[in-house]
């Protein structure tokens, strides 16, 4: 009998915004079963996988520049919309399909794919997870996600958290799988560079009014101001009029238009990896760049300046040695992680990060190798929330079983110029709405 001839690992993303994208197509090369291992899926000997990118078309989607500055590349990568994504999934077999949605996408998806594959033989696994830290929703953003294979948790304490919600409801929390932020890495911190370079990574919705995104931005000048020698960098997650994961309606780069900051001062864009490997001091209200500074041993500040509040997530550094003010950062100081909650974050730089996600591959495996899975089976069903789910699957166009609704968005081919122009219009209108009218309106209101 001829040996078997090697056959690739399929793999396909659906993301909603740059970070999603970032964080579906790095976790799928984390969790591709290793080559190595015998149970290799459908029979064959495995070679590196093929990753299909699919763009879900919103508000969020990246543009072209987002997606270079992300820096992850794929064998494909397209726009599409809800029902154009089924359609794929049924007309192409995956091995693995990653869903790096907002919950609401994620549980559409589940549905539709569950229709999609209905009645077949072998379907792909599903996976899913969170970009960064849980601080808010917890159990919405879990019971939306509940369904797919694996739910990946960034960390123990987020692992232990998933599976209480789910047990606390009566749902299966088998699919919770610790595994950890996958953009984490680079070199550790060795000591202070020259200059010396403090930054502050901002948030697309944290804070999310004028006045404190101004306080925030005239401390951070200040701080340039005192300390000349150093270089003091705003990293700045988009340019005006893209968006990103959240909507961000007071861009920092308009707010700083009117300040007058020292020559010490700049914004600076691009990957937030290749930033750190300047950065002597990271602050930021509660970003996941956090997390990625603590992991490198960077000495890291997370700020009280404004409340330490759920709405800001910041209560989610409490405990971890991190907190401080302006003030104090002003006059030297710099925080000290403590290690016993960083363990518990994931972020330990001792060498434990490179098998964070053997679990999840093991996983994997043992489910790509199995002769058939079960049908997908969300909590949320027309039975458990008839007055939440048909509302969610209606956003994306699916009817209550999961099925494309008639006259769902679509397209057999790529826009021509003209629909290309009309689509970029009416995203320039919608972005013009959030960061311009929305806030008149808002201030208006307050009169």
Known sequence: MPPSTPKSLRIAVLADSDTRWKWGALTADRIAPDPSMEAAPRGGAQAGPALDGFLL????????????????????????????????????????????LVGGGVQAMLHGLGRVWEGLEKRPVVVT????????????????????????????????????????????????????????????????????????????????????????????????????????????????????????????????????????????????????????????????????SLHRRIPTAVLTDLGIREVLGNHHFVGSGCLASWDQLDAGHRPVPDEEWVARQGVVPDGSYAHAFDAARERITKLLASPGLPPLTPYYTPVTAPGYLPGILARHHLGPDGTPLPGAPAHEREPGPVRQIVRRAARGAYRHGVQRVAPVIRRMGEL
């Open 57 to 100: 078309r919103g508000r969020a989607t990246p543009t072209a520049r987002q997606l270079d500055e992300v820096g992850v590349r794929a064998d494909s990568l397209r726009e599409v919309t809800a029902a154009e994504f089924l359609r794929a999934m049924a007309e192409t077999s995956y091995d693995l399909v990653v869903l790096a």
């Open 129 to 292: 997870g969170y970009v960064g830290v849980v601080y808010e929703k917890l159990a919405d953003g879990l019971l939306l996600r509940h369904g797919a294979d694996l739910v990946l948790a960034n960390s123990r304490q987020d692992a232990e958290r998933f599976c209480a919600v789910y047990e606390g409801v009566g749902a299966d929390a088998s699919s919770v799988t610790e595994v950890a932020l996958p953009f984490l890495g680079g070199a550790a911190y060795q000591g202070e560079h020259t200059p010396y370079t403090v930054v502050f990574a901002v948030q697309p919705s944290v804070p999310d009014n004028r006045g404190d995104r101004v306080y925030l931005l005239n401390r951070l000048i200040r701080h340039a101001r005192l300390h000349p020698q150093r270089e003091v960098l705003l990293k700045l997650r988009s340019r005006p009029g893209e968006h990103t994961t959240h909507i961000e309606e007071l861009p920092y780069q308009k707010l700083v238009q009117r300040l007058e900051p020292p020559a010490n001062f700049r914004l600076v864009y691009g990957n937030m990896g290749e930033v750190l490997d300047r950065t002597d001091l990271l602050v930021t209200i509660s970003s996941t760049a956090a997390l990625e």
